[in-house]
């Protein structure tokens, strides 16, 4: 019997991952090419079959072997049309993705937003094994979520569900991209710290080792150069994450108070970069904020696919949608 293989594909604003999936999630081939947003959805698209076709090429495996391609993509979209409602990092509006690369690559193609489809990996291949329901939360840039009830993705009646990020942790406080005030966006992700850091240092003449480690270039902190400077006991640096640990915890709190998942997954560059005292931390902030006993079921675990999240969960994702059409 042929072996059925999927395709995951990762799609960013800078690169495209695409990999050839093994059914027990073995990596068999991939390809990384820059995006090119500049040039227009048409050019993307053709960019992710080619390649889709280099990573087959690379895998060695028949083209006869694949099943499906899974693609993980900026959303809000549509998954069930696959078109990409809005996307401002490539923008892009209502592009019909799932259509425009079955037309180029001629395999039965599944689009989700790239956070569910993160949250899906570590459901399906990572931390999340075993476990049926599942909060994904990636820290990074922004603030992600996805959700996973009885095993599958939930989207909600408009398909934005695990917005996890827009969720008001501080009435009235700090505004955010997205226009109101007081998310969690706004008050844990990387950017809210940068914003933190420039005002400590260049308003109020902090000293901190930051100045050192950015080389005085605030614009954009590194999860590296945080996680070096929490090692380093930096004052500064300690006092942030402090602040960002409780609204991590509040929020995290809320969601356990709602919908009591069995697991919380914490992802992201932010949560990579630091050890696993930082989830004690965070673990011990939503005890503050969670009714009595409903967090002591809820396990909160790092997440463990890194990097090859994205493309373990489009497999998975591929693979799922195949198996329930
Ligand atoms: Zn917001």
Redesign the pocket.
Known sequence: MMSKNVIGVDMGGTKILSAVIGPEGNILGTAKVPTKADKGPSVVIDRIADSIRKAIRKSGVAAESIQAVGIGAPGPLDPATGVVIFAPNLRWKNVRLKEELEARVNFPTFVDNDVNVGTLGEHVFGAGQGFQNIVGIFVGTGIGGGIILQGELFHGASKTAGEI??IIVKAGGPR?????RG?L??LASRTAMTKEFQKAILKKNKKSIISELTGGDLGAIRSGVLAKAVRSNDALTLKIFKRVTKYLGIGIGSIVNFLNPEMIVLGGGVVEALDDTFLDDIRAAAEKYALPNTLSGVQIVPAKLGDNAGILGAAALARQRIFND
């Open positions: 990020g827009h955010c991209g997205c226009g109101t998310c966006e706004a």
